[in-house]
């Protein structure tokens, strides 16, 4: 739900990867290398520190599309071959940690976040890289390190314990977008109500479009991971449930913001399936949820407004998607580098306007556009977005991404959506 947004260009810093055309067959085998790192520090100072690196059994992702061309998120993972001459896969994505470092916590306290990454197996030894985005747009190397994939510490422990489910299953993983939907909060006795909760969210999901035009291109898999205590941990309200994956709510001291500590154990129950998209399914009718690009979706089962929710925060993990509604901040230039702008494709501080959504605005919408009756239905550029009240537009008076009083996405956001499900499923 929240996402904190940085000032970034956007930069065509993949394109001169792209030339040479890789086969998967030729550098990778057909399953997964993780790797989970601690990263810690203060605002000021951070560093990542290795912790593992496991052998999984499935590789979910495309054989076909393996550099990112979209250069979304705030962290991306490189993979080189040995003598970093060749790019052989690559990935955005965003964290928990990032979002972190923007709170007054991070000025003075020194704390540390769980992190994985997920890659195919490479046949032979690999250089790793891990970068972050600078307010200035551009990212710079935060880790680096070297793998051999005949390591012997590479763990390779078998995930047995708990059923698997094929909830919607259209076929070859690596040709579709698998969504793996792991519970938080679901006893033993409730399993019966986690696979009717799952078929009833796959539902709310092949509703609203582009899915619903595309619905054989998204497997939905859920993993049988039995909490011992039913709900989550409110810390507000001093309620604390024991459950598999710790889920809670007022993640950085924000009531509905619902997240996950336990990556570790989060990426664990994942690879029991082949996954592009981890979504945790929290058994409780509070309201909130969250979604972090490339890295998790949450939502709860049983609230009103849970469908809305649902593909809200799969907007943000999915699509990398920014929130287009104000929260909090009152200027764009109280968190944003105004000289540039921001890398997420639906909202824009009009610094280069036409490398947003300008060729979908209609001659005569007057850019600001009013929110009045006659321009609701067009794409303008809508002031309010991104958390701030003023300086910062949106493309539609409403969107998915702005509001649950509407189920559809504005016309940027669903392009995004139908580009991303494209790179999946080719
Ligand atoms: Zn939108």
């Known amino acids: 739900m929240r996402q904190i947004i940085f000032s970034l260009t956007i930069l065509l810093l993949f394109g001169s990867f792209t030339e040479k055309e890789l086969k998967f067959n030729d550098y990778f085998e057909d399953k997964a290398l993780r790797l989970d790192y601690i990263v810690a520090g203060t605002a000021d100072r951070y560093e990542a520190y290795y912790e593992q690196l496991k052998e999984e059994p499935f590789w979910g992702g495309s054989k076909v599309n393996l550099i990112d061309k979209f250069n979304f998120g705030e962290f991306r993972v490189l993979v080189y071959d040995k003598t970093e001459t060749t790019l052989l896969y690559s990935r955005g994505y965003s964290s928990l940690f990032y979002e972190w470092l923007d709170t007054d916590e991070a000025q003075t306290l020194s704390r540390s976040f769980y992190e994985s990454v997920q890659m195919p197996f490479p046949k032979a030894e690999i250089v790793v890289k891990i970068q972050i985005r600078e307010k200035n747009t551009n990212f710079k190397d935060l880790y680096k390190i070297n793998i051999d994939p005949k390591n012997m510490f590479i763990r390779k422990d078998k995930q047995t314990a708990y059923k698997v489910q094929k909830i919607k299953n259209f076929g070859d993983h690596h040709k579709k977008l698998d969504v793996v939907i792991i519970p938080d909060g679901y006893t033993a006795a409730e399993m019966d109500k986690f696979h009717k909760d799952c078929a009833r969210f796959a539902g709310y999901f092949y509703k609203v479009e582009p899915f ?215």
């Open 212 to 426: 619903k035009s595309n619905s054989k291109a998204v497997n939905f898999w859920a993993v049988d991971a039995v909490s011992e205590e039913s709900g989550t941990d409110v810390p507000g309200k001093n309620e604390w449930k024991n459950t598999v994956l710790d889920t809670h709510f007022y993640t950085f001291f924000i009531e509905r913001y619902l997240t996950c500590p336990n990556v570790k154990m989060l990426r664990d129950l994942a690879a029991y399936v082949p996954y592009d998209q981890i979504y945790i399914l929290v058994n409780t009718d509070i309201y909130g949820g969250g979604g972090i690009y490339n890295y998790y979706n949450l939502c709860v089962a049983d609230h009103p407004s849970a469908e809305q929710v649902f593909t809200h925060e799969f907007g943000h993990a999915f699509a990398a998607l920014a929130d287009e509604y104000e929260y909090g901040y009152e200027n764009a230039s109280d968190i944003f580098d105004m000289s540039v702008e921001p890398w997420q494709v639906n909202i824009t501080n009009l610094v280069n306007f036409d490398s947003k959504w300008k060729n979908l605005v209609e001659d005569g919408t007057p850019i600001p556009t009013p929110a009045t009756q006659e321009y609701s239905k067009k794409v303008g550029a809508f002031e309010g977005a991104g958390y701030v009240k003023k300086q910062l537009y949106r493309p539609t008076n409403n969107c998915k991404m702005r509001s649950n009083s509407t189920n559809d996405f504005c016309p940027v956001c669903r392009k995004t959506v139908e580009d991303l499900l494209k790179f999946y499923t080719e």
